[in-house]
């Protein structure tokens, strides 16, 4: 890394490739390369390679999410590393145990190169939150995170692509897509330690654990989520191996559909979020989520059928583009002293339902997958209602429509 170090004023005169804005989008990429390659291959992978029950991935999952639950350790990292440095760091590990996933194909193998991949993630989406709410000014920062999620789409548009045309021409080599998704991120990480200086935010960061009273309703949103978010991450494209047949090329194809989505629509969001407000945007994700999940519920319960249950993945996977919301609603009720141990707690809080559900309900799955998609349609219940309590423009002092109103928020509301 550049031994120079730059307040975020001075970053504005260098070339807009090495700003901090840059460095947040090429470092996203890095993330979504090894990420998506883990997540394209891994549930024809398992199936085929370990045998893998709806039991087993839970247990994965679940192995997967420890190190987001153990998140708020990053608190104590950044005295003694800084953050931009923790977050290479983390991406190099990221990259590590994605490209070691084929060499260990059996049960215990997996958990640990799972476990390995895990930490460089986590870590790295704790420590990234942290700097995109420092770095970016908030009346900017829904367009620029929009801009970070499309760029992301596109990074993952290109290794679905690739998989989906090599599987195609049968040509798929799981030891060779996972060494290359991974060592790309490896290569991103050592470009960022190598081309970027490092960034001073305007505000020094607490280094202890801080739990605010006012911002109950924030942690509220990301335990929800978080419990949502799992039933999708799990159970969704496992069930198009598992009840549809779908081949490793398929999956692809329709994560690469998704992609394509999400790089149209991510800017288009964001533009939206700035000038309607969080409120709107959450509640029109979980009005989206809630029927979204109760109708995949319909495809078990119904049997819908295969055509219902992939534009129920699209729409599933594009409500999910406005969760950023989330993070912007933070940004503009917090002490800005706050943004590194908060995030740290929020990816806590966020991972203990994560931690907790996978195998469960890998146990009601074998049972009666469509009750696991019906209790998922009542938690996007349950975040509707705390999304209708956060005011149209949240400020300090004005977290929710009952805090008491700042002179200028009671006028814009």
């Known amino acids: 890394m550049s031994a120079a170090s730059l307040s975020l004023q001075d970053a504005a005169s260098l070339p807009r490739w090495r700003r ?3 460095l947040l989008v090429l470092m996203t990429v890095g993330m979504t390369l090894a ?9 024809n992978f398992v199936v085929e390679r370990a045998g893998f029950t709806g039991l087993d991935i839970g247990m994965l999952h679940a192995v997967r999410e ?4 153990l998140a708020f350790l990053v608190v104590y990292l950044v005295i003694f590393i800084r953050e931009q440095t923790l977050a290479i760091l983390a991406l190099m590990l990221l990259g590590l145990g994605t490209a ?15 476990l390995i991949s895990s930490i460089g993630f986590h870590y790295y989406e704790t420590v990234n939150q942290s700097l995109q709410l420092q770095w970016l000014p908030k009346d900017r920062a829904p367009i620029v995170l ?11 548009l290109l ?6 045309l090599a599987g195609w021409y049968d040509l798929i080599d799981y030891r060779t897509v996972y060494m290359l ?6 290569c991103v990480a050592l470009f960022a330690w190598i081309a970027y200086p490092q960034f001073r935010a305007p505000h020094a960061q607490g280094k202890r654990l801080v739990l605010r009273r006012r911002y109950w309703l924030y942690y509220a949103l990301v335990f929800m989520a978080g419990a949502r978010r799992q039933i999708f991450v799990v159970f969704a494209a496992f069930m198009m191996v598992e009840k549809f047949g779908f081949q490793l090329h398929e999956v692809t194809a329709l994560f690469l559909i998704n992609y394509i989505a999400n790089m149209i629509a991510a800017p288009i969001i ?3 979020i700035a000038r309607f407000g969080e409120r709107a945007a959450l509640c029109v994700e979980y009005v989206g989520l809630t029927l979204v999940f109760a109708a995949y519920a319909g495809v078990y319960f119904l049997d819908w059928g295969v055509t219902v249950a992939l534009g129920l993945y699209v729409l599933d996977h594009l409500l999910f583009a406005m969760a950023f919301a989330q993070k912007t609603y933070f940004q503009k009720i917090a002490d800005p002293a706050d943004h590194a141990s908060t995030a740290a707690v929020a990816f806590t809080i966020n991972h203990i339902a994560a931690v907790a559900l996978p195998a469960p309900l890998g146990l009601l799955w074998i049972y009666e997958p469509g009750l696991v998609y019906a209790l998922a349609s009542g938690m996007a219940m349950v975040s509707l209602t705390l999304a209708t309590m956060a005011p149209r423009w949240p400020e300090p002092g004005r977290e929710t429509i009952w805090s008491r109103p700042a002179p200028l928020a009671a006028a814009a509301e």
Not at 66 to 69: K, L, M, T
Not at 107 to 114: K, P
């Open 20 to 22: 901090p804005e840059a």
């Open 66 to 69: 420890i190190p987001g639950f």
């Open 181 to 186: 998704g991974g060592g790309a991120c490896a």
């Open 35 to 43: 990420f998506a390659t883990w997540t394209a291959a891994l549930n």
């Open 159 to 164: 290794v679905y692509g690739s998989i989906a």
């Open 146 to 156: 929009g801009r970070v999620l499309a760029a992301a789409s596109g990074a993952s």
């Open 270 to 272: 964001g533009r939206m």
């Open 100 to 114: 070691l996933v084929a060499e260990l194909p059996m049960w215990w193998g997996l958990m640990a190169t799972t």
